[in-house]
């Protein structure tokens, strides 16, 4: 039989029009029960309309441009796409599991290494993939025509399954890799599938409780009831009530009156040590996002803060200094819909990588980026601050992520290459970033038009890194480029803000962005311009953006700069003779940080106030030893302001 498409189908079918019965895979909808007639019909318009914005009718299929033979291997192809996709989306739900698992039991190395297992499983799943198709369809790997055969069965296979979005994204990541040695640029597209669903779900992911004042407390009770832990709570009467009037206060910060119900969404967030139970609160057309943040310490699990509003969502919780959710759920999409309306600052991109979907986040902000430049009528232009030695950035200009391409070459002390930057960034978004660094998504052979760029920036990517940026006659393409959240260089907030108030929070947040990050066994190795490769986020935490200085804090030795006896002193010159110690590669001298650091002049008492300790030896000797006996730090994810009970007593509320 040929595999070709047919033009209608029997009544009845669930085969749309156009699709072709040889490779549709039928099953039942996730839609539940069509006993209305009106819901019927409307699904069947939607799903005809998803078909054909897919494969439009006025274009021949590409099945048939295809042989029988390359049909038949297209469609064993497409096999072994969707089976390795399934086995990923397993294992990316059996972490979800384990991380509850890890809290529940408060296992905090299981945690972690489960955190660090599921980041690998995407790649992981690539690679096999990949080295079965090399093997079966080695003559097939280098036609697009093939591709797009294979791209019409996927989709006539996954057209009525509730994550076909996330399948067709897996089928573009290898379609990436098929092309990426020859530079031929792959769109980061989903075809509309994720935005424009055409399944429904009708059991909602939330469940609501009564909030008025009278009953609140037993309604936050009966939530960490639901929430099903087999370690139990160490009070929840008064964690319930101390939540109960803490949500009451928050609520009449913004409204008048009392909220008269709470959504709360079923399925539970675990990070690192914490859990989170997010909802909203309600009052008619008025709304509160709420987050309950559950700690598991002795004797038992703890509602420990409580956060609330658009902004602590954006600045505290749903940010990309931290690792990524898990999320115990299958319905991600309504996950993901409930949650943008939380903190819609911050972009449907940014929600889908903190729920830990980082490919369809690189998808969406790809789609973003688009329509902005559409939009606006932006261009790339360099952005403004100190030219970076290892990266050439850019952005349009109101857009909040930027772009950073490797330079060829540095004028760097100690420069080692691409290579070396590559692998760091890749490192880095793939640890445990507590909250000091900001994560980094590669983009591989993005394709713009000449249009969309200034000249100056252009000039400066082929100047500076023509392995990353080729001309392809009217089109740029960046062979590799990645996308970071924008934020504000702390040396220009240095520069540009007279308010005391405001420069004493940020050097003390650099203060305790040096101590976080040497506890977690790190240290940048350039603190001469630690102020250039930091930010000041939204939430006042510093955060580092540039990683080329990044070590581990073991392989430094911390030393202060040796006294001359008086008599060497007598005889020698430094001016001349250069100094009179030697220092090593890896060697830090302490009690030099206080001229180069970065801090003003005129704040380096306040600093050193805050945060002497960091100028003697002791300090970092200290530091390393805790690193070298395995004891995990855990950075504080939220203000001391939003905690609720500490050391086993409730915490007042401070404005």
């Known amino acids: ?189 989903d075809d509309g599938l994720a935005e424009r669903d055409h399944l429904w779900r009708r059991d909602p992911v939330f469940s609501i409780y009564p909030a008025s004042p009278e009953v609140l407390s037993q309604s936050v009770r009966e939530i960490l009831e639901r929430c099903g832990f087999h370690s139990p709570f160490e009070d929840s009467e008064r964690d319930s009530a101390l939540a109960a009037e803490r949500l ?71 940010v990309s200094t931290r690792s990524t959710f898990h999320v115990p759920t299958d319905e991600y999409r309504e996950v993901l819909r409930f949650v943008d309306d939380l903190a819609p600052e911050r972009g449907h991109p940014a929600m889908c990588a903190v729920i830990g979907f980082t490919h369809p986040a690189r998808v969406a902000l790809n789609q973003r980026l688009r329509r902005h430049l559409s939009e606006t009528g932006e261009r790339f232009a360099l952005t403004p601050g100190r030219v ?13 992520y930027v772009f950073k391409v490797i330079r060829d070459t540095s004028t760097k002390v100690g420069w080692t290459g691409r290579e070396r ?26 394709h713009f038009p000449r249009s969309a760029f200034d000249e100056n920036v252009l000039a400066d990517l082929l100047l500076h890194a023509p392995s990353s940026v080729r001309v392809d006659g009217g089109l740029i393409v960046l062979k590799h480029v990645y996308a970071q959240r924008r934020v504000l260089p702390l040396n220009t907030l240095l520069d540009e803000t007279t308010d005391r108030t405001l420069l004493e929070r940020a050097i003390d947040a650099l203060g305790r962005f040096i101590k976080d990050l040497a506890r977690m066994g790190f240290f940048v190795g350039e603190h001469y311009g630690l102020t250039f490769n930091t930010g000041l986020t939204h939430a006042s935490n510093v955060v580092l953006f540039d990683f080329d200085d990044l070590d581990p804090l073991l392989k430094r030795k911390f030393r202060q700069t040796p006294e001359m006896d008086e008599k060497d002193e007598m ?58 006996s395995g004891e995990l730090h855990y950075v504080q994810p939220y203000p001391r302001a939003r905690r609720l009970v500490r050391n086993g007593a409730p915490v007042q509320a401070q404005p």
């Open 1 to 189: 039989m040929s595999a070709t498409t047919v033009d209608s189908v029997p009544e009845g079918s669930s085969v749309a029009p156009g699709m072709n019965p040889l490779f549709h895979s039928s099953g039942i909808s996730r839609a539940g029960s069509l006993s209305y007639p009106l819901l019927h019909l409307r699904m069947e318009n939607v799903r005809h309309s998803a078909w054909r914005r897919l494969f439009p009718p006025d274009q021949p299929s590409p099945l048939r441009k295809l042989s029988l033979e390359a049909q038949q291997n297209a469609l064993q192809a497409t096999r072994e796409i969707l089976g390795a996709h399934r086995k990923y989306l397993a294992e990316f739900r059996a972490c979800a599991d384990a991380a509850r698992e890890a809290f529940d039991q408060a296992d905090w190395k299981r945690s972690a290494q489960n955190s660090e297992h599921r980041v690998g499983l995407y790649r992981t799943a690539l690679t096999v993939l990949w080295a079965n198709l090399q093997r079966q369809f080695p003559n097939r790997l280098n036609e697009m025509d093939f591709w797009m055969g294979v791209r019409q069965i996927l989709l006539e296979r996954v057209f009525d399954d509730y994550d076909a979005d996330l399948a067709l994204t897996f089928f573009y990541s290898t379609l990436r890799i098929a092309f990426d040695a020859s530079d031929i640029p792959v769109e980061y597209a």
């Open 248 to 318: 009451l206060g928050e609520w009449r910060r913004v409204y008048e009156g009392s909220p008269a119900d709470l959504q709360m969404l079923k399925p539970v967030f675990f990070r690192d040590q914490e859990a989170y139970l997010v909802g909203r609160l309600r009052s008619g057309a008025s709304e509160l996002p709420v987050v309950l943040a559950l700690r598991h310490e002795d004797p038992g699990i703890t509602i420990e803060a409580v956060l609330a509003g658009k902004e602590d969502m954006r600045t505290i919780l749903f």
């Open 388 to 400: 970076g030695t290892a990266m050439v950035v850019f952005s349009p200009p109101s857009f909040p």
């Open 421 to 446: 930057i590559m692998d760091l960034y890749r490192w880095v978004h793939e640890t445990n970033r507590g909250r000091l660094m900001l994560d980094a998504w590669m983009y591989r052979n993005l």
């Open 571 to 628: 005889l020698w010159n430094s001016e001349i003779d250069g100094s009179w110690f030697s220092v090593g590669e890896n060697d830090v001298l302490v009690d030099e940080w206080e001229r180069y650091l970065g801090v003003p002049v005129e704040l380096r008492d306040y600093f050193r106030r805050k945060h002497g300790e960091l100028f003697t030896v002791d300090y970092w000797l200290q530091a390393q030893q805790r690193v070298s």
